[in-house]
Structures are given as C-alpha cells and as structure tokens.
C-alpha cells in the first residue's frame, strides 16, 4: 500500500514508523507517471517499509521545505533521518537495492555521525 502524505499527516508517518520511502512527484510529470508501477510494485514487494508520495502541486510547502527542484524525487527517512534522495526515475531493480541497504543501514553510526557534525559545527560557531 501507497500512504498519500500531507502537511497534515507528514509528521505522524515520519516518525510513527522505522523506513519510509518517500516519491515526490506530480500528476502532470511523465517520469513520475511511469515510475508509480514500480513503486507501487516495490510497496507491495515490502510490506515492512512504509511507502508514501507527495504531490508537490498540492503539497507546495512540503516540496519547498525539502528543495525539490526536480521530480520525481526519492527520499528515504530511517528512524526520522533523511538518508537517501536522489532524483529521477530508478529501475525496479535499483530501488530494491536500495531498500534492502537501507534496512541494513547501522542507525547507531548513522546517529553518532551526526552527533559528531552537530558538534564539529557548534565548535566551530564558538
């Protein structure tokens, strides 16, 4: 299953669940139209991960908070942190690469790397 997400519901998918795949796109975008099958297909094919799209005409604010410049667009959140986005159209093959690596992903380095950038960058303002 495919969440449609909105402003209104955004922070509750995020952090209510571990992996969310996210597909900013639009209905008049012809890429994003011929990836909706494969993506849908990859919601189907991980019933463990949370698969969601946003329609950037209808959600503006989301689009515009997330620089979207270019759609469509595939984010991945992990434990409500922005681990993947990229661009364009990917292969289904691609995309269940990629889900596969992000369940993988070690969230604890993940976490203390970012601690550490945080600080490198609080050091550095001192």
Known sequence: MVLEVTKENFVEVIEGNDIVVVDFW???CG????????????AEANPNVVF??????????LAGHFQIR???????????VIVF???GVMQEG??????????ALD??????????QEAEAVAATA
């Open 70 to 80: 270019s759609i469509p667009t595939l984010m991945v959140f992990r434990q409500k």
């Open 85 to 87: 986005s990229q661009p």
């Open 107 to 116: 969230m604890d380095a993940v976490h203390r790397d970012i601690a550490a």
């Open 26 to 28: 639009a209905p008049w």
């Open 52 to 61: 969601a799209k946003i329609n950037t005409e209808d959600q503006q604010e």
């Open 94 to 103: 691609a995309l269940a690469k990629l889900v596969a690596g992000i369940e």
């Open 31 to 42: 890429p994003c139209r011929s990836f909706a099958p494969i993506f849908e297909a990859a």
